[in-house]
């Protein structure tokens, strides 16, 4: 496998977090104690990334405080390089998880208003500047559902990557908790993700963003397959579409990639995961394990099969962050789940 990534280096940009998750398996109301975890998409693909030794900057912009610092600090621990943030505004956005299990579902309670990233104006990035370096930008949903003000700072890199011929890659990402300004997202996200070579998506955001439809008795591969045919129409860039896919077999997960890759298709088998720790991050994984598998010129299949992979080992992960490396993933596409000890 070819690993030389030296030359390689990806730019997210996003809003970074702390999420509040409340201990023990309680419930919000029954809540007690709060543990915290650094997060947000972009910065969870960083981290794998830099782990997986990629070199990354991660772009956003933070308050001058102690809980920023924080925040930064951890993402420091991986590697991630952060001197391209911008500081300003009063605070950080934090997001708020109720851990759901086999009966009932997770629940999410965003305090992301009035943020340092979401008050973002216009000009306060260069972006030039920051893609000195850079060989490829990823973005996603995320940023411009936050606010009118992000997603203008958004359109503002996307536009600066295209015109300097970085390859852009986008994740739908959308939030239905999000996109409280008065905007649907079809009248924002088409504009912005029109630019990508690489995209990872799902058949809900899509319809949402696009109002493509595909038949929901067909199978995941024709959906998928007649999903990239009509997406091509509206994003004319792109050359890479990737899905997870999850359903559930009693109390496990069943879990599966699909890839279009320069008109191939691909898929991996489909995991079955009989427990899971810790599901937030996991897409987030699944990107840095696309793109890592790109970086490295991977075979299409590798790089689905490097994408699952790393979307599975991070659901048996507490927190944002996918902790992991090289040799666990490698092992895991070539023996699957294992109860065995190191040692």
Request: one cysteine or more.
């Amino acid at each position: 496998m070819n690993t030389n990534t030296s030359q390689t280096r990806i730019a997210t940009f996003g809003e970074l977090l702390l999420r509040m998750n409340v201990a023990d398996g309680n419930r919000f109301t029954q809540a007690n104690e709060i543990k915290i975890h650094v997060g947000g998409a972009e910065a969870n693909v960083c981290v794998l990334l830099s782990q997986l030794g990629i070199q990354t900057d991660y772009i956003t912009r933070l308050p001058q405080n102690d809980l920023a610092q924080l925040a930064v600090n951890e993402l420091q621990k991986y590697k991630v390089n952060t001197s391209k943030c911008v500081y300003g505004g009063e605070r950080l956005g934090l997001y708020f998880v109720e851990a759901g299990n086999q009966i009932r579902q997770s629940q999410v309670i965003y305090d992301r208003s009035n943020s340092s990233f979401a008050t973002i104006e216009k000009d306060q990035i260069n972006w030039d500047v920051a893609f000195a370096d850079v060989t490829h930008f990823h973005w996603s949903g995320i940023s411009p559902g936050v606010s009118h003000e992000a997603g203008l700072v958004c359109k503002e890199a996307i536009l600066t990557a295209h015109k300097k011929g970085i390859p852009i890659s986008s994740d739908f990402n959308f939030r239905s908790k999000l996109w409280q300004y008065g905007k649907h997202p079809s009248e924002i996200m088409p504009d912005l993700l029109q630019y990508s070579t690489i995209t990872v998506a799902d058949l809900d955001a899509i319809e949402i963003y696009f109002g493509i439809k595909t038949d929901p008795t067909a199978s995941d591969e024709n959906r998928f397959q007649q999903t990239f045919e009509l997406l091509k129409v509206k994003m004319p860039f792109l050359k890479t579409l990737a899905m997870s896919f999850r359903k559930s077999d009693g109390p496990a997960h069943l879990y599966k990639g699909l890839l279009i890759h320069e008109g191939n298709f691909y898929q991996t088998q489909e995991h079955k995961i009989h427990v899971v720790t810790d599901q937030i991050g996991s897409g987030d994984a699944f990107n840095a394990g696309l793109l890592y598998g790109l970086s490295n010129k991977l075979s299409g299949q590798e790089c689905i099969e490097w994408a699952t992979a790393c979307g599975v080992i991070k659901q048996s992960i507490h927190g944002d962050f996918a902790i992991t490396n090289r040799d666990e993933i490698s092992h895991f596409i070539k023996n699957g789940s294992s109860n065995r000890i190191n040692r």
